[in-house]
């Protein structure tokens, strides 16, 4: 024996032989146990979730599914190969097989929007890419929260909730989570400050029917409107408009400059999956299907909610000015009016 052969034992040299060189498409034989991840649909959304969790070395267990597995398998290489230095996650491309035993299954499975559309244009095609998605999932579903990214998430969160038939809150989307961080960082911008000093959320649809809660919005715990007096900036109904716009179009601006967005959808999900998998609970703007809150149900809709290991566990009841909840219903009764129009329901 020379080289290579004297250093490796000939256990290890068996467990090389039955290595399948690079390909890791699937787990070989053995399991992590917990701290799973399915993403499904691995295009620019799921892929920036997938290096996310993994840089935040959020899970353990990362597989990412897709319609094309052979770009998913090169994504899923692509990522995989830079983690030893600094990762734990074992993350691979895999099958509906793989959706068993997950903490947490995200389906970004779907087209978006092209520069122009609004989110409600695509309803009827990510409605059907859906069904079959969930058809594929429901064989091979044990347990987790299933939380969805593709978009009209309003829409697709209603009728995930529908068909699944699981508990209330297992089911969610994304909702406005970005449009919060978008309103925040729009804020801190506006007054001078870190982001972490601005609470504040945008509540309603993921999309034009979004509402700026700004009478919650507070500035190192300061009501805005006080704070910015005291400190002798400027605040009125005209900049309030200004900033709440701003934050609408954001999504639209970025669509038009490049085509998609993925990567603050994907930072926004890494807080969501350590609420779910590490047990950290977290209080976001996501989309339920709503139980009697504001008075409305059978619609999914954002209101801030608590985040925890069964998905969304509670929807707080705040109490908002006349203004935003006019807004809020204009958001449920365009949802309501989309479902009721939807091919094939
Ligand atoms: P993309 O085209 O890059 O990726 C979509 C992926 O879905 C593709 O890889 C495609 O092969 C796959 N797919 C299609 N049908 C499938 C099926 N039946 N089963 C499995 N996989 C399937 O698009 P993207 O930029 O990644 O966007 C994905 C979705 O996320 C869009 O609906 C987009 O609007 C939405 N999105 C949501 C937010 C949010 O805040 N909620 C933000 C950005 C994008």
């Known amino acids: 024996m020379c080289g290579m052969d004297m250093i490796l034992s000939d256990r290890c040299q068996g ?12 787990k070989q ?9 399915a993403i499904i649909g691995a295009g620019y959304v799921g892929s920036s979730i997938a290096y996310a969790l993994a840089l935040r070395d959020t899970a353990r267990e990362i597989v990412m599914i897709d319609v094309n597995h052979k770009k998913t398998d090169g994504e899923a290489k692509d990522i995989r190969h830079g983690l030893p230095g600094i990762g734990t996650a ?5 099958d509906y097989n793989d959706c068993e035993d997950c903490d947490l299954i995200i389906i970004t499975a779907g087209r978006g929007r092209k520069p122009g559309e609004t989110r409600l244009d695509l309803t009827n095609e990510n409605v059907k890419i859906m069904k ?8 091979n579903y044990t347990r987790g929260v299933i939380l969805i990214i593709s978009n009209p998430v309003d829409i697709l969160t209603y009728k995930v909730a529908e ?16 449009d919060s961080s978008r309103l925040v ?4 911008d506006y007054v001078g400050l870190s982001t972490g000093v601005i609470n504040g959320y945008v509540v309603g649809e993921h999309g034009e029917n979004q509402v700026s809660v700004w009478s919650h919005v507070t500035v190192g715990g300061i009501p805005i409107a006080e704070y910015c007096t005291d400190v002798g900036l400027a605040w009125d109904e005209q900049i309030r408009a200004e ?39 977290t209080i976001a703007s996501v989309s339920s299907v709503l139980m009697g809150e504001h008075g409305c149900r059978e619609v999914a809709l954002s209101v801030p909610s608590v985040v925890g290991p069964s998905g969304v566990q509670q929807r707080i009841r705040e ?23 939807m091919e094939g329901k």
């Open 90 to 94: 074992d993350l691979y491309a895999g």
């Open 185 to 188: 960082r729009t804020i801190a």
């Open 15 to 26: 467990r090389l032989q039955s290595f399948k060189g690079d390909r890791c498409m699937k």
């Open 243 to 281: 900033v709440a716009q701003k934050t609408k179009v954001m999504g639209s601006e970025i669509i038009a400059a490049k085509e998609r967005t993925h990567y603050g959808i994907a930072t926004c999900v890494c807080q969501l999956a350590d609420a779910i998998i590490n047990m950290r609970p």
């Open 319 to 341: 109490k908002w000015a006349p203004e935003e909840y006019r807004g809020f219903f204009d958001a449920v009764e365009n949802i309501r009016g989309t479902l009721s129009k």
């Open 132 to 139: 079959s998605v969930i058809g594929n999932i429901q064989k």
């Open 29 to 37: 034989g053995y399991t992590l146990g917990t701290r799973k991840v």
């Open 163 to 178: 068909w699944m038939g699981l508990p209330n809150g297992m089911v969610f989307g994304s909702g406005c989570i970005l």
